[in-house]
């Protein structure tokens, strides 16, 4: 078994607000990101698939395939796109570096032919990170 | 003369918008970024001074000062903020990263003791930057 | 389960030295970091922590809390130190990339609330890491 | 247990070409990467050993012997060379980056003093990479 | 004025060998980079380009066009190619990062709508790069 | 006329005192570099070159030459070495980044055959770096 790995990228607004707070609640809890009219990041996204190697081609996955994958299921939901107001699954969950690893999980799940998705890394900034594999 | 650059970051959104066209014309010229729901990105500052090399200290600029600098002018008005509705110069100016240099340059002239501001450079994303150097 | 990932940096003196062996049994062994005077490096630091997400919040682990622990429990007694003379648990210990994410490790054990302490990365340079996941 | 993990590099040109397939079969399947003329990479490879610190040097292994054991087992003989044409292990096998990591995987085993290999990750590009560790 | 620089990157092969040289002479000069089968590298190119800011748009040059530029004139011609073998320039001229960045200068002056080409910067290696201004 | 720009590492210690202070005036200017034990940095340092392309080799300067000269006047006198207490330079003058800037000029400045020295930069951390040009 060997695992590949491949990054993307997508550009987004975002912010953390619970309606049933009042305003005092959500800044102590989310601090400037509470602020409503959203700020952004440059996302950058790894997936990384498992799988054994064919013996003819020598991939685990076809790059292509992934690529494209990535691209349809992922980036262009995402990118240039304001998480909570136009992306479904952050209607009524907060879009996290945490919920969005796990909602990229869920597009991906069974998108990638022959491979295994194994783990998805998404980074909100260079220094902030989460990882999901599934379970 | 000697050149010292300090970096910063802040995360902001914004959007490409021209009141005065029509929703296609917007798309036509600012494509994705026309998106009035606003998107984001992680912004890099690079702030460059140049002066003389202090004999006593071995420093162009105090760099707690000049750290403070940027974050008093800059950092603490643009981070986590939509530069267009929250940010004065953006209100009538589109947010581009050639204008966000320019009016990082303006915010830090004659803020920082000692050195004479060089050039500002603004990243967008790693692979699109703009600089200005105030003429 | 999710993984969170926060990255720290702090700069910092040390040497490699065993008292109990000669000058050049030192240099044979430690080659240029037996050198007394010390030198430094710009260490980045990788503290992740697993728990569940929680449901309201979208958090793993409070970020403001995770960071205060990163600077209090190590930047704030590891940066611009010399880890031989200043760190106790480098007075009889070698302060290897590998001993430092032990030690980081032991440090933050327990200090950050909510989640669990899942893995310490410390880069001594950016082509040499050490991981340590407590057992 | 531990884990140390040390950077290298290596530039070098390879295609891929299968030579039972028709011309148009190749381009097919390897897109680009089909042109027999070759095209090329700067690979970045991390080596990964697992051990215990040994507690009088604070080490997992020995730096030194880690570094020669991938300079001679891997980057002579790979770097500034034709993977295809040059590199024994791709007279018969695709040098993908998941073969290239099974690869270096076999040559460093065993080659290591103390430490047990633990993991091998190449990168092709900042944006592809495998991960193999030996099963 | 200011500038507006945009990264591109391609992966190519090459070789250097003057056909006048003995092998001894062409190894003495160019060491590894003789090797006739030749080697390959990720370039990453920066085009920066100068003008006015359009008071409207904000823009110094039109995104779009500037990536496409890069794109049609450099890049289509350039990835996954062996420079020496299939890009003319490089027939009769060594394909050093110099000699990269004067042809990238040449290939793209005249073809950016609006704005002037300033400097083109090629990165062999992320830490080798060539700087031409087009004098 | 070309630029060349070749980058290396060196990791060292400092501290920044003046002797005729006292220790709460070398405190408030220093701030925690004035810790006289030492601290200590991964450099990076940026050394460029100009002239014209030679017609056969397509160099503006030989790398090996270059290099060669890198290790020889700076890395193998700073890398691993305590700037205040074992480089002559810095026993009366203050080792800050712009100071280091202005000694690795003075250091390489005529070593380099065929090709005019043209800047050095000196990153201290990656968000801070000075630049010097000689005049």
């Not at 078994?1 to 550009?11: V, W």
């Not at 509470?34 to 020598?58: C, F, K, M, P």
């Not at 992934?66 to 262009?76: H, Q, Y």
């Not at 999980?105 to 890394?121: F, M, N, S, T």
């Amino acid at each position: 078994m060997i695992l590949l790995t491949r990054k993307a990228e997508f550009s987004a607004s975002h912010y953390y607000w619970n309606e049933v707070w009042s305003a005092e609640e959500n800044a102590r809890v989310f601090g400037k990101c509470a602020n409503r009219n959203g700020h952004g990041h440059n996302y950058t996204l790894e997936v990384t698939v498992a799988g054994d190697v064919d013996a003819v081609t020598g991939f685990v996955v076809d790059l292509k395939q992934l690529k494209d994958a990535i691209e349809k299921e992922v980036v262009s939901v995402y990118d240039h796109r304001h998480l909570n107001l136009e992306v479904p699954e952050f209607r009524a969950t907060m879009p996290t570096t945490e919920n969005i690893a796990v909602a990229i999980w869920r597009r991906l799940e069974g998108k990638i032919p022959r491979a295994k998705l194994y783990r998805v890394r998404v980074y909100e900034m260079p220094d902030l990170f989460a990882d999901y594999t599934g379970a």
